[in-house]
Antibody, heavy 120, light 110 residues
Framework: QVQLVESGGGVVQPGRSLRLSCAASGFTFSTYAMHWVRQAPGKGLEWVAVISYDGTNRYYADSVRGRFTISRDNSKRTVYLQMNSLRPEDTAVYYC?????????????WGQGTLVTVSS | QSALTQPPSVSGSPGQSVTISCTGTSGDIGNYNRVSWYQQPPGTAPKVMIYEVSNRPSGVPDRFSGSKSGNTASLTISGLQAEDEAIYYCSSYTTRTTVVFGGGTKLTVL
């Protein structure tokens, strides 16, 4: 079955960087788009970014565009989220999610998330 | 991209039906049949209950159904059970090639 395991979260000071990873198993990773979605404490879900199956297309939410970069390594079955210039409002649980099909409109299978806390 | 609009809360008694609405615009729900619904019990990751407006993944009870009219999508849960208590989120693809979520609706089973 699909397994997604996020890692790399932690406490970081404002303005610093952090890279999240999401290791995938149980499906043909190289044929699916992958999303990052976040959830601030006690708040709702916020879509962050998506990368196409081959990495050629990447789209971002306005709130992170220019600061965050999504990437993937199909040989390692891993998707990444490089987060620069972090702000307190970036504090959240970050989930990676596999798209349902070859498109990129439907986050479908989700990992358990990794917590990022931006605080001085 | 503004979030889709959901009611903050709904409630119903066991056995009853409830419907949760999700209102967007012509730039998202109104333009695509790519609406999904997610269930999130406290402390857990979201789970997809409906995709492409009305399709149920395997394993999701047929008590859960989805529909769409214009810029508004709806999730109906019939035969409410205590285990259905959770926060429900809708999402839609948008004309900006992004995904947008609703603010979430807390379902209470009385």
């Amino acid at each position: 079955q699909v397994q997604l395991v996020e890692s790399g979260g932690g406490v970081v000071q404002p303005g610093r960087s952090l890279r999240l990873s999401c290791a995938a198993s149980g499906f043909t990773f190289s044929t699916y788009a992958m999303h990052w979605v976040r959830q601030a404490p006690g708040k709702g879900l916020e879509w962050v970014a998506v990368i196409s199956y081959d990495g050629t297309n990447r789209y971002y939410a306005d709130s992170v565009r220019g600061r965050f970069t999504i990437s993937r390594d199909n040989s390692k079955r891993t998707v990444y989220l490089q987060m620069n210039s972090l702000r307190p409002e970036d504090t959240a649980v970050y989930y990676c999610a596999k798209n349902r099909d070859s498109g990129w409109s439907k986050p479908f299978d989700w990992g358990q998330g990794t917590l990022v806390t931006v605080s001085s | 991209q503004s979030a889709l609009t959901q009611p903050p809360s709904v409630s119903g008694s066991p056995g009853q039906s409830v419907t949760i609405s999700c209102t967007g615009t012509s730039g998202d729900i109104g333009n695509y049949n790519r609406v999904s619904w997610y269930q999130q019990p406290p402390g857990t990751a979201p789970k997809v209950m409906i995709y492409e407006v009305s399709n149920r993944p395997s394993g999701v009870p047929d008590r859960f159904s989805g529909s769409k009219s214009g810029n508004t999508a709806s999730l109906t849960i019939s035969g409410l059970q205590a285990e259905d208590e959770a926060i429900y989120y809708c999402s839609s693809y948008t004309t900006r090639t992004t995904v947008v979520f609703g603010g979430g609706t807390k379902l209470t089973v009385l």
